[in-house]
């Protein structure tokens, strides 16, 4: 069974059931153990972002249920593998209605596409959808105005973003097996985009190498 945030299967290599937690934590543990940011998530081959995202969902789950992790990233690799098809499409549909920021991870995925040319159906959704702008308002107002009123609105947004990762650096930090700072985090929009990050761990990077070598089996 699944909700938009948590779903249960038959554990695949065991008793009993798995359950997987897909909440704010599990999106930013998936992008800290792949070393990308959460709008480079598509740059991910589809299997190590699903598997590697399980492996962090458990992970919620179970600093959230105050419970000792049952299961390492080469365990979900094993479920995975003996997971049916239909399993795979349940976990499938409950990360896709899951939400991080407010964004869906096929959002955040189709983030670094190209950009769209802006039409005036565009500005009109923005005005109305985003602002709060009642259609006579948007239609009577100079360009320049509604282009004042667009920026103040990310300036917010961007605020509430930047407090909001400060609370998520803080969880994360104290359980971070290296120093990281809230940019490293997740991305803002406007942001001057930072020094290449620091080569993995060297722990982490053998786990890796060893779950390629089973995926190329």
């Not at 930013?28 to 959460?38: A, F, P, S």
């Not at 985009?193 to 722990?203: F, I, M, T, V």
């Amino acid at each position: 069974m699944h909700n938009d945030m948590i779903a249960t299967i038959k554990n695949p290599i065991g008793w009993g059931t798995i359950t997987f937690r897909f909440d704010t934590y599990a999106w930013i543990t998936m992008c800290e153990v792949n070393k990308v940011e959460l709008h480079e998530i598509a740059k991910l081959d589809e299997r190590m972002l699903f598997i590697t995202l399980l492996f962090a969902a458990h992970v919620s789950h179970c600093r959230y249920s105050i419970k000792r992790e049952r299961y390492n990233l080469e365990d979900i690799y094993k479920m995975y593998m003996k997971m049916q098809q239909q399993t795979i499409d349940e976990l499938k549909v409950a990360i896709y209605k899951s939400k991080v920021l407010g964004k869906s991870l096929e959002e955040w995925a189709g983030d670094g596409a190209e950009k769209k040319k802006i039409t005036w159906a565009d500005l009109y959704d923005v005005a109305v959808g985003d602002l709060g702008l009642a259609r006579r308002e948007f239609e009577t107002m100079e360009l320049g105005e509604f282009w004042c009123r667009l920026a103040g609105h990310y300036r917010k947004r961007n605020s509430e973003l930047s407090n909001l990762r400060l609370i998520v650096w803080s969880a994360l930090a104290p359980h971070s097996s290296k120093k990281i700072k809230p940019e490293d985090v997740f991305a803002i929009e406007g942001e001057r985009k930072q020094k290449a990050k620091e080569a993995p761990d060297g722990n982490g990077a053998e786990r890796f190498e060893r779950l390629k070598q089973l995926w190329q089996l």
